[in-house]
């Protein structure tokens, strides 16, 4: 059968294709939700639908590994639906899902329970993350068989109050995710040293913004990525540092990644566009885990995304409610903000600005999370065969960003009132629209799916096996005389 023979579901043609390595002009052929055929416009076969993407440029849907939607639990700031939705907006067409909800993802029970919600609201396509932490040490199967992405690990106090492990039961939680081959994602602030200089600055009576800033400074992060960096090498897990907010941080990563452990590091828009001099402006609204830090980070991070060092950008989109965000007393504010939305607008005005390329953000936005999480090339590629997850975007378009215009429920971001040159026209999830002319399109709501099942991790790599907590408890080797 030739193309000329198959009727197609939509071709696109007039746009530019931005692949990781260049920019061509081609036409896009879509056929059961995946790509059929990308070429001349002459070569397309018939199509029940067309769209004229003449001036805009095609991307793969981003792939933001890191959001917050918080269902169940806390409909105030956001669920299933205005999450998606938000991120069909913003041209994301897979999310991973934090586990820090109510009840937190700690058992198949919880799992299950979120999966139904995802699959009747989702409008993009999704993958759950299971909490790592002494409280699924002996869950780690059923969560597996439960369908999960992977795992994160909360190394710092977080919003929903979820315990830290301990260092020797994260090591047990190592070996026993080692050999699964599962990525563990870790917020990687050490608690004990963040709680301590918090404790000592309230008793003094500071509550002002920079307060939570002096609590945490970078070295907060750094002991935790060494550390995790150490048990991932000892153990063979993979690990991935989420939200790098620190030029410190960079050295441990890039040590780790020498020595040949399995780590990726990401970092988030609110590390390279906002610094220490907007406390005073945004105050409780740019409060986040970890904090924006002085200015001088923002450059090495950059140069990180660009060399390599940091594998992506995803967003740590974390929603609250106006109140939640504004009290005086800094301690009191929950932490966090949505991203998932306006990711891909404010990275394509930095990149344009920094001279970087559409390619760069092809890479760092959909390719390498779709490659580190297994779902590479059904995701975060345009090839015949891969899933059709396409954002359509206007790289010329200068607008504000409005919180009040944006599809999350929260609608308080330090975004506000930025401009920004790049707008996501039309988003596309496996061949339906999710976003059609700036329009949420209903029809697609529950369309999501979960990606774990497409998951194909490489084979673990495991080390020191005959160590680990489970080995020396055995019965054979405790059966002395
Ligand atoms: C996150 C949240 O609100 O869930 N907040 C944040 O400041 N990043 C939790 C987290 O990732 O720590
Ligand atoms: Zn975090």
Same mark, same amino acid.
């Given at each position: ?55 805009? &440029? ?184 989420? &939200? ?171 975004? &506000? ?34 990606? &774990? ?29």
């Amino acid at each position: 059968m030739t193309t000329s023979e198959v009727i197609a579901d939509l071709v696109i043609h007039g746009g530019t294709i931005v692949s990781p390595d260049a920019e061509y002009q081609a036409s896009v052929a879509i056929k059961d939700g995946m790509i059929l055929a990308i070429g001349k416009r002459q070569a397309m076969p018939q199509a029940s639908d067309y769209l004229d993407a003449t001036g805009l &440029h095609i991307l793969p849907g981003a792939i933001d590994v890191h959001v917050h939607f918080r269902d169940p639990g806390y409909p105030q700031k956001e669920d299933f639906a205005s999450g998606t939705a938000a991120a069909a907006f913003g041209g994301v067409t897979t999310v991973f899902d934090m586990p820090n909800t109510l009840p937190a993802i700690s058992d198949a029970k919880s799992l299950r329970e979120k999966h139904e919600i995802a699959s009747t609201k989702a409008h993009v396509d999704y993958g759950l993350y299971a909490v790592l932490g002494e409280e699924s040490l002996t869950n780690i199967g059923e969560l597996i068989d439960g369908g999960i992405i992977g795992f994160k690990c909360y190394m710092g106090n977080t919003f929903g109050r979820i315990p830290s492990p301990t260092t020797g039961a994260m090591l047990e939680l190592f070996e026993i995710v080692a050999p699964t081959g599962k990525r563990i994602s870790l917020h990687a602030e050490t608690n004990s040293i963040m709680e301590r200089r918090e404790a000592r600055l309230r008793r003094m009576g500071r509550t002002d913004p920079l307060a939570h800033l002096a609590a945490r400074p970078a070295v907060v992060a750094v002991e935790a990525v060494e550390r995790a960096a150490t048990l991932a090498e000892w153990t063979g897990a993979r690990i991935h540092i989420l &939200h790098i907010s620190s030029t410190a941080e960079l050295r441990p990563l890039a040590d780790a990644k020498d020595r040949g452990v399995d780590i990726t590091g990401e970092t988030c828009p609110q590390y390279l566009l906002l610094s220490a001099d907007d406390y005073e402006a945004k105050r409780g609204v740019i409060r986040v885990n970890p904090p924006v830090r002085e200015a001088e980070n923002n450059d090495p991070i950059w140069q990180a995304l660009v060399d390599g060092t940091i594998d992506m950008i995803a967003t740590d989109h974390a929603p609250h409610s106006i109140e939640e965000k504004t009290r005086e007393d800094i301690w009191t504010v929950d932490c966090g903000f949505p991203g998932v939305e306006t990711q891909m607008p404010l990275m394509l005005t930095e990149i344009a600005r920094r001279g970087a390329s559409l390619s760069d953000y092809v890479r760092w936005s959909a390719e390498s999370p779709a490659k580190r999480w297994g779902l590479f090339p059904r995701k975060g590629a345009l090839m015949v065969g891969s899933d059709a997850d396409i954002a359509i975007v206007d790289t010329n378009l200068t607008w504000t960003i409005d919180d009040a215009l944006t599809q999350s429920t929260a609608r308080i971001s330090p975004w &506000h009132g930025m401009e920004a040159t790049a707008l996501p026209i039309h988003t596309i999830v496996r061949g339906k629209f999710a976003m059609k002319d700036r329009k949420l399109q209903e029809d697609a709501r529950g369309w999501g799916r979960s990606v &774990h099942d497409i998951q194909v991790m490489p084979p673990a790599e495991v080390r020191n096996s005959d160590q680990t907590m489970e080995a020396v408890t055995s019965a054979r080797r405790s059966a002395t005389t």
